[in-house]
């Protein structure tokens, strides 16, 4: 290049600006040869230059320098300038970016502290639950010990209780020979009111039979000398009359005869001047005083002798017992103590005791033997037919070993099928055994009272079951026992009635199933059969609000899952089939319905839906 306006030209070719995406390399100018570069010593001019400035002004425009041809030259244009500085300069996303990185380095480093911080919580949490854990641990250890304890605590618990059976029974025999002697002494109390009304009229009759005899003695004294044959044979027949009574009255020996109280004797002349001594006096024992055998001589007439009153009653003995409330009129014979009709049922067990007698003294044995008929109620039997099952001996019936009560063998024969079938294999057998913890003591003992009583009670009942929720644990374990015995369903009919009908209603909780699942008698427990056909259709047609709670209860009681499947299955089955008789309807009908069976809508017959849904409905 021969000139800086060609060498700014070229360059301007190869410097870019810094705003283009790949920045280009900046090639060096190339070298001047000699001859350009002495024309260019030539040509150039120096000047001196103040504050920057070739033409020595201070803010003025510069003046272009001068060529040696007189041409001006431009040594730099202000946009070139401008571009090339350009260059130089930080982009503004450049810095953003700095300042956005510096930023996240402190935020790098705040996390980090975090991170840290969260550590040490980690750490301490992990070292609380270690903590936590070696005291479940020992919870746990708690746990077993008392779990072995409650066991150990049951066991004496059921002996205690069974003790108690046995102080109950003895009570029992007790209050029973205590009634016998409470009767016992009303009949001698009886006895002994009738024996002191005899003594007291008795004693009356004598004191009065020698005062007359003193009267009479008197009389005959005073008409001695005008009596005549009449009245020597009426004075006669007074005497032998008095001496009579005198002899006909009989004092008992265990009571003292007390003398009537006897006037004192006096004297006065008769009018026919005749003066009499009447001698008033009455043997005696030897024990007389001798004050009263020394009194003076006393004389009475006619006129003057009178019949004193009888004394005032002796005293008697008396008992601190008050028997007349035990005893009769004297005249009627001695009482006997009447039994009073049976108490309703007790509230608290169900057993029922009449007052003033037992089951063994009410009924009375003979050696007629009844016929077994199990499926007969002996409710709807008379009293005699009734008290027929009591004859024969007694057995046992025994929980575990342990004597729960006795009852007459054919009574037992008669209730319960169970009983029948074992006495008729085993005829000499004297207890009927059960293992221990079939069922509840205290609801065999209900069961067993019950036939017990039906031998001598004038009327007849049913064990009723207490309607209270509190109750229904008590209530099961009866309904248990009963079916444990055998006793017939016409006796415990009811039971089930009762305790389906909540089932059906919903008016049961998952405690009482669960001890429904518990107690279950799986020969014949048509309470469990009703809560499973029941638990099943709720599931169908997802009327269950808990369905966590139903199955927790089935996993414990494999026992209602199983019958739930089984129902499920049985549903299953009959649908299928009723699903095939639909579509053999379509083509004339099933046999079944061609046999006759049906209606004529073709809803019918054996395969029919409402049926198959009914069966499980109910409660068998």
Same mark, same amino acid.
């Given at each position: 290049?021969?000139?800086?306006?060609?060498?700014?030209?070229?360059?301007?070719?190869?410097?870019?600006?810094?705003?283009?995406?790949?920045?280009?390399?900046?090639?060096?100018?190339?070298?001047?040869?000699?001859?350009?570069?002495?024309?260019? *010593?030539?040509?150039?001019?120096?000047?001196?230059?103040?504050?920057?400035?070739?033409?020595?002004?201070?803010? $003025?425009?510069?003046?272009?320098?001068?060529?040696?041809?007189?041409?001006?030259?431009?040594?730099?244009?202000?946009?070139?300038?401008?571009?090339?500085?350009?260059?130089?300069?930080?982009?503004?996303?450049?810095?953003?970016?700095?300042?956005?990185? +510096?930023?996240?380095?402190?935020?790098?480093?705040?996390?980090?502290?975090?991170?840290?911080?969260?550590?040490?919580?980690?750490?301490?949490?992990?070292?609380?639950?270690?903590?936590?854990?070696?005291?479940?641990?020992?919870?746990?250890?708690?746990?077993?010990?008392?779990?072995?304890?409650?066991? %150990?605590?049951?066991?004496?618990?059921?002996?205690? !209780?069974?003790?108690?059976?046995?102080?109950?029974?003895?009570?029992?025999?007790?209050?029973?020979?205590?009634?016998?002697?409470?009767?016992?002494?009303?009949?001698?109390?009886?006895?002994?009111?009738?024996?002191?009304?005899?003594?007291?009229?008795?004693?009356?009759?004598?004191?009065?039979?020698?005062?007359?005899?003193?009267?009479?003695?008197? %009389?005959?004294?005073?008409?001695?000398?005008? *009596?005549?044959?009449?009245?020597?044979?009426?004075?006669?027949?007074?005497?032998?009359?008095?001496?009579?009574?005198?002899?006909?009255?009989?004092?008992?020996?265990?009571?003292?005869? +007390?003398?009537?109280? *006897?006037?004192?004797?006096?004297?006065?002349?008769?009018? $026919?001047?005749?003066?009499?001594?009447?001698?008033?006096?009455?043997?005696?024992?030897?024990?007389?005083?001798?004050?009263?055998?020394?009194?003076?001589?006393?004389?009475?007439?006619?006129?003057?002798?009178?019949?004193?009153?009888?004394?005032?009653?002796?005293?008697?003995?008396? !008992?601190?017992?008050? !028997?007349?409330?035990?005893?009769?009129?004297?005249?009627?014979?001695?009482?006997?103590?009447?039994?009073?009709?049976?108490?309703?049922?007790?509230?608290?067990?169900?057993?029922?005791?009449?007052?003033?007698?037992?089951?063994?003294?009410?009924? +009375?044995?003979?050696?007629?033997?009844?016929?077994?008929?199990?499926?007969?109620?002996?409710?709807?039997?008379?009293?005699?037919?009734?008290?027929?099952?009591?004859?024969?001996?007694?057995?046992?019936?025994?929980? $575990?070993?342990?004597?729960?009560?006795?009852?007459?063998?054919?009574?037992?024969?008669?209730?319960?099928?169970?009983?029948?079938?074992?006495?008729?294999?085993?005829?000499?057998?004297?207890?009927?055994? !059960?293992?221990?913890?079939?069922?509840?003591?205290?609801?065999?003992?209900?069961?067993?009272?019950?036939?017990?009583?039906?031998?001598?009670?004038?009327?007849?009942?049913?064990?009723?079951?207490?309607?209270?929720?509190?109750?229904?644990?008590?209530?099961?374990?009866?309904?248990?026992?009963?079916?444990?015995?055998?006793?017939?369903?016409?006796?415990?009919?009811?039971?089930?009635?009762?305790?389906?009908?909540?089932?059906?209603?919903?008016?049961?909780?998952?405690?009482?199933?669960?001890?429904?699942?518990?107690?279950?008698?799986?020969?014949?427990?048509?309470?469990?059969?009703?809560?499973?056909?029941?638990?099943?259709?709720?599931?169908?047609?997802?009327?269950?609000?808990?369905?966590?709670?139903?199955?927790?209860?089935?996993?414990?009681?494999?026992?209602?899952?199983?019958?739930?499947?089984?129902?499920?299955?049985?549903?299953?089955?009959?649908?299928?089939?009723?699903?095939?008789?639909?579509?053999?309807?379509?083509?004339?009908?099933?046999?079944?319905?061609?046999?006759?069976?049906?209606?004529?809508?073709?809803?019918?017959?054996?395969?029919?839906?409402? *049926?198959?849904?009914?069966?499980?409905?109910?409660?068998?």
């Amino acid at each position: 290049m021969s000139s800086g306006v060609n060498f700014w030209a070229a360059g301007n070719n190869r410097v870019k600006s810094a705003s283009s995406p790949t920045p280009a390399i900046v090639e060096a100018p190339q070298k001047l040869k000699s001859d350009t570069m002495s024309q260019q *010593k030539k040509g150039l001019v120096l000047r001196s230059m103040k504050n920057g400035t070739a033409n020595g002004d201070t803010n $003025g425009p510069s003046t272009p320098a001068s060529t040696p041809n007189g041409r001006k030259t431009d040594w730099a244009d202000e946009e070139e300038d401008s571009e090339f500085l350009a260059q130089f300069t930080k982009d503004p996303r450049i810095t953003t970016l700095e300042t956005t990185i +510096v930023l996240k380095d402190e935020r790098v480093k705040e996390l980090e502290a975090t991170v840290v911080t969260k550590n040490l919580r980690v750490a301490e949490l992990e070292a609380a639950v270690q903590d936590r854990d070696h005291r479940i641990c020992n919870l746990e250890a708690d746990s077993d010990d008392k779990e072995v304890r409650i066991g %150990k605590l049951e066991e004496a618990n059921h002996e205690q !209780f069974l003790q108690v059976q046995e102080f109950l029974r003895d009570v029992a025999k007790k209050d029973e020979r205590i009634t016998v002697l409470e009767h016992e002494l009303s009949q001698k109390a009886a006895i002994i009111l009738d024996l002191e009304s005899k003594s007291n009229s008795d004693s009356q009759a004598s004191t009065n039979c020698k005062e007359v005899a003193i009267v009479e003695k008197a %009389k005959t004294d005073n008409s001695i000398a005008t *009596k005549t044959p009449e009245t020597e044979s009426v004075q006669d027949h007074k005497e032998v009359e008095v001496e009579r009574a005198i002899s006909d009255t009989s004092v008992s020996d265990s009571f003292e005869i +007390v003398e009537a109280y *006897k006037p004192e004797e006096t004297t006065k002349e008769s009018p $026919g001047g005749v003066t009499e001594k009447v001698a008033s006096s009455i043997d005696t024992s030897s024990e007389t005083s001798p004050a009263k055998a020394n009194s003076p001589t006393h004389y009475v007439t006619k006129d003057t002798l009178k019949v004193v009153p009888p004394a005032p009653k002796p005293k008697t003995l008396t !008992f601190p017992i008050d !028997f007349s409330k035990y005893a009769k009129k004297p005249a009627a014979p001695p009482a006997t103590a009447q039994p009073q009709s049976p108490p309703p049922m007790d509230s608290r067990n169900g057993h029922t005791t009449p007052w003033g007698r037992s089951a063994k003294q009410a009924r +009375v044995k003979t050696d007629a033997k009844p016929t077994f008929n199990p499926s007969a109620d002996i409710r709807q039997m008379s009293l005699m037919e009734r008290a027929k099952y009591a004859n024969g001996p007694e057995v046992a019936v025994k929980l $575990g070993g342990i004597e729960v009560m006795t009852i007459p063998k054919y009574l037992l024969m008669q209730c319960s099928v169970k009983a029948l079938v074992y006495f008729e294999a085993n005829p000499d057998a004297t207890s009927w055994d !059960f293992p221990a913890g079939y069922m509840d003591a205290d609801a065999a003992k209900v069961c067993l009272t019950w036939m017990d009583e039906m031998t001598f009670q004038g009327r007849v009942y049913s064990i009723n079951l207490s309607a209270m929720p509190n109750h229904d644990k008590k209530n099961l374990h009866i309904c248990r026992a009963a079916r444990v015995m055998g006793l017939n369903n016409t006796y415990v009919g009811h039971f089930t009635k009762q305790l389906c009908d909540r089932i059906r209603n919903h008016e049961v909780s998952y405690e009482f199933m669960d001890m429904v699942c518990e107690l279950v008698y799986p020969e014949n427990d048509p309470i469990f059969d009703c809560l499973a056909n029941n638990l099943v259709n709720q599931v169908k047609v997802s009327a269950i609000k808990d369905m966590t709670s139903l199955e927790k209860l089935m996993a414990k009681h494999a026992t209602l899952k199983g019958k739930m499947s089984h129902i499920e299955q049985m549903m299953a089955k009959r649908m299928r089939k009723a699903g095939g008789s639909r579509e053999d309807s379509q083509y004339g009908g099933s046999k079944e319905r061609r046999g006759g069976g049906g209606n004529r809508g073709g809803h019918g017959g054996s395969g029919a839906p409402s *049926k198959a849904l009914s069966l499980f409905s109910r409660s068998r």
